[in-house]
């Protein structure tokens, strides 16, 4: 805007009122401050541009809004959440990981890690292990291992094991060898009253004790291979510890031996073993036996023995 200057001189001076012109159209005009200027009522001077009432919104109003919007995503949030679990990956990991028991998680992560579980394998069987010769029956000591020893010198491992009745009680036979007779071998002699059986029974002999159940140990040997086994009765001086368990279902009854002789070689013999056995003659035979009852009347016996000339 430019406005040109007045020319200098005498006392008073003429202003000339300059129109000016503004982007818009818009007209703005400049003078003398004496000029009339229109008001808009209030005592306020109009000008160019007209004002408009601004209106004032309520809080109230805009607050409720607000708590509607929230409760309202709330409970659309509520009921889609189950549907969008499935659908989202890292919400569909978690859930299933809930629903495992930690140890059952546990069970799967090492199942994943780990070959299949292989069956349970039978105990091992307890390696033989040497007896030691002693007569004293407070060193007597039996291994859990198979029966093995030394009889006349030379190792003995037992292929056989038996247990027969026989008169006045049972034999316990241990034997080494598969010809007609042993190469090595062992007899206990037990004395059992026919009415007893010997499952279930412990002996101990000591070699001082006389008359014992044991009535005799029996060593057996070959001292040539090529000639038939000797055998050498022990009555007194031996050292015996003996244990019989219950009869299996296989028909052996499992046992313990300790067995020390006092001869010049030292024979012994220990550990655990398997009889083979029939308990013939003992309370499982004599219940499995009937009795056969005498049909015959007093007087028909005497008539036969009068007729066949019988005298008593």
Sequence with gaps: MIVPAAPAGGGGRTVERQHVQVPGGMKFSTGSPQAPRASDGRGLPQTGFQNKPVKQSNPAIRYAIIGVVVVALAAA?????????????????????????????????????????????????????????????????????KVN??????????????????AGGYLLTLRQGSGQTPDRGLQVHLQLKPTESPTGQTWTVSQEMKGAPVSRVVKVWKPNPKYAAQTKPFTTGFVLKLEFGALT??????????????????????????ATTTLAGGPEAAAQTPVIQDSQTAAQKAEFERRYGINR
């Design 249 to 274: 279902e296989s028909n052996t009854l499992p046992g313990k031996i300790y067995a020390a002789l006092p001869d010049t070689e030292q024979t012994v013999v220990a550990g655990v073993f398997n």
């Design 149 to 166: 020893g030394s009889i006349a010198g030379a190792e003995f491992i037992p292929d056989n094991v038996r247990l027969d009745k026989q």
């Design 77 to 145: 949030s509520w009921f889609a959440w189950p549907q969008l679990q499935p659908h989202i990956p890292f919400l569909k990991k978690s859930t299933d990981e809930a629903a495992v028991p930690p140890a059952d998680a546990a069970n799967q992560v090492a199942g994943a890690n780990t070959p299949e579980a292989a069956p349970p394998q039978p105990p091992a069987e307890v390696p033989m292990t040497a007896p030691a010769h002693s007569l004293d029956i407070q060193k007597a000591r039996i291994s859990e291992g």
